[in-house]
């Protein structure tokens, strides 16, 4: 069955950085778009970043452009969120989620990472 | 990007039917038939509902139905179960963004 399983969140300073990683199973990883997506304590969802399904093309959220890089490996069914300069206000549970190609909804989601960013 | 607009909540009893709407602008919502629905269980991860406006994914009730006019969108919930008691998020494609709603938390009586 379609498994995406994220890993990688935790406790972190403000400033600092942390790699959230997402292993897709079950299904054609290398056929979705991907994105990440995280939900604040207690608050809604907010879209964060977007890569295609050769990893050619991504987007992001302004609020995390320069400062997250959303990345891929086809061959690892793998998929990344290098996360820099963290504030307070990225503390949230991140998850992965599966688009397939030509469409635009997120069809498959993991089950989330937390992150927190505290001193 | 703003969110779109939500009702914090709804309520309804058993059987009852209700309507979240999901109000966003002519850049987004009404702009594509690219919004979806996303039903979410505290501390689990959300669930596609409704994409494309008004398609079911398989396995999903047909007492969930979508809808859209203008800038706004609809989920409807008909005889509604105790189990439909969840947070819900629309959701609207743009260019490569994407934009939720601020979720609506439904209360079966």
């Known amino acids: 069955q379609v498994q995406l399983v994220e890993s990688g969140g935790g406790l972190v300073k403000p400033g600092g950085s942390l790699r959230l990683s997402c292993a897709a199973s079950?299904?054609?990883?290398?056929?979705?778009?991907m994105s990440w997506i995280r939900q604040a304590p207690g608050k809604g969802l907010e879209w964060v970043s977007y890569?295609?399904?050769?990893?050619?093309?991504?987007n992001s959220v302004d609020s995390v452009k320069g400062r997250f890089t959303i990345s891929r490996d086809n061959a690892k069914n793998s998929l990344y969120l290098q996360m820099n300069s963290l504030r307070a206000e990225d503390t949230a549970v991140y998850y992965c989620?599966?688009?397939?190609?030509?469409?635009?909804?997120?069809?498959?989601w993991g089950q989330g990472t937390p992150v927190t960013v505290s001193s | 990007q703003s969110a779109l607009t939500q009702p914090a909540s709804v309520s309804g009893s058993p059987g009852q039917s209700i309507t979240i709407s999901c109000t966003g602008t002519?850049?987004?919502?009404?702009?594509?038939?690219?919004v979806s629905w996303y039903q979410q269980y505290p501390g689990k991860a959300p669930k596609l509902m409704i994409y494309?406006?008004?398609t079911r994914p398989s396995g999903v009730s047909n007492r969930f139905s979508g809808s859209k006019s203008g800038n706004t969108a609809s989920l409807t919930i008909s005889g509604l179960q105790p189990e439909d008691e969840a947070d819900y998020y629309c959701?609207?494609?743009?260019?490569?963004?994407?934009?939720f709603g601020g979720g609506t938390k439904l209360t079966v009586l």
């Open positions: 890569i295609s399904a050769s990893g050619s093309y991504t």
């Open positions: 079950g299904f054609t990883f290398s056929g979705y778009y």
């Open positions: 494309d406006v008004t």
């Open positions: 002519s850049s987004d919502v009404g702009a594509y038939d690219y």
């Open positions: 959701s609207s494609y743009t260019s490569s963004n994407w934009v």
């Open positions: 989620a599966g688009i397939m190609e030509s469409t635009t909804h997120f069809h498959y």
